[in-house]
């Protein structure tokens, strides 16, 4: 009888068949975390055998900015790109039509900017990440810290109980508010919605930039679900 894959294992595997949706020679969409740390490593793999496999990266953090140059991989600003084919992320929640609750990292503003600019968002994950629906994942959304009281107060009105993340600042010198208690049906009206209240830069809901694919690393290997 084999062993069932740990949590880890399904991350490597997906991290690795998202090499199949990059363009050989092309300028990929990097995301953040520990799936797409598996991504890059598969990347590291691939560029030993092929040094031209990709021409560079776009990063939406620090964190895979380092992982990347550490490979040799040159990582180009956001806004020297116009158009990138593939944008690879993870997510901390993915439901059935393919929106998604990011910022577990507190990276989602630039994990946004990124995908916005990508044909097509590949996100990587493993089955556990698959709802039905979203929000039992505490919504991260990125606050300027003067309003993060009034973004608290606003999400009360939502039925939701918002808490600023500790010890968390963004990579653009932001805080993390964490909104439990929110069941999200209508993720395109909501994102939306939580874009006017004043001091919210970003909303962890990516419903307007969703995945296209997603490569969920499940025991009977991975599936693809396309949206
Ligand atoms: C970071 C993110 C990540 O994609 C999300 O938190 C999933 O991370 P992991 O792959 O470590 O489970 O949105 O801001």
Redesign the pocket.
């Known amino acids: 009888m084999s062993t069932p894959m740990t949590q880890d294992e399904l ?1 490597t595997l997906v991290g690795r068949a998202a090499l199949d949706y990059v363009q050989p020679g092309s300028i990929v969409g990097v ?6 740390d598996k991504f890059i490593d598969a990347l590291g793999a691939a560029l030993q055998q092929n040094p031209a496999f990709i021409a560079g990266a776009v990063s939406s953090s620090v964190r895979s900015t380092e992982r990347l140059e550490k490979l040799g991989v040159k990582v180009m600003p956001a806004e020297s790109v116009t158009a990138l084919g593939v944008y690879i ?4 929640e993915i439901n059935h039509q393919g929106a998604m609750i ?7 503003t630039r ?1 946004k900017i990124v995908a916005d600019l990508a044909d097509k968002f590949v996100c990587i994950a493993d089955e556990s990440k698959l709802v039905q629906t979203l929000g039992k994942f505490p919504l991260p959304v990125e606050v300027i810290p003067m309003a993060a009281a009034q973004v608290i107060r606003a999400f009360a009105k939502l039925g939701g109980v918002g808490k600023v993340r500790e010890g968390c600042t963004t990579d653009n010198g932001n805080l993390i508010v964490d909104v439990t208690g929110l069941q999200i049906t209508g993720a395109d009206r909501f994102e939306s919605d939580v874009n006017q209240i004043p001091g919210v830069v970003t909303v962890g809901v990516f419903a307007r930039n969703k995945a296209a694919v997603c490569l969920l690393g499940t025991a009977q290997g991975v599936k693809t679900l396309t949206f």
């Not at 992320?89 to 901390?92: E, F, L, R, S, V």
């Not at 990011?102 to 989602?108: D, M």
């Open positions: 991350k995301g953040t975390g520990s799936t797409v992320d993870g997510a901390d990011k910022g577990g990292g507190a990276a989602l994990e």
